[in-house]
């Protein structure tokens, strides 16, 4: 989502249907520690409760890959 999205996007929702989880995709921005990488923060609804988290991803051939994820 994250990689398809356009930069300054905000309430981006999501879905994974594999694990039930859910949330909204707050912010993509670009970043500045490698070229190509875009910043997100993101929420994530779960059956163990809401957590934020803000990650970074970078393209990885024709896809997109996670780099790093805080919360």
Request: with cysteine.
């Amino acid at each position: 989502m994250v990689g398809r999205g356009t930069v300054g996007t905000k309430a981006l929702a999501w879905a994974n249907p594999s694990t039930g989880s859910a949330g909204v995709i707050e912010q993509i921005d670009t970043h500045d520690r490698v070229d190509g990488c875009r910043g997100f923060v993101t929420s994530r609804q779960s059956l163990e409760g809401t957590a934020r988290f803000d990650g970074v991803v970078c393209p990885s051939g024709n896809s997109w890959k996670l780099a790093a994820t805080t919360h």
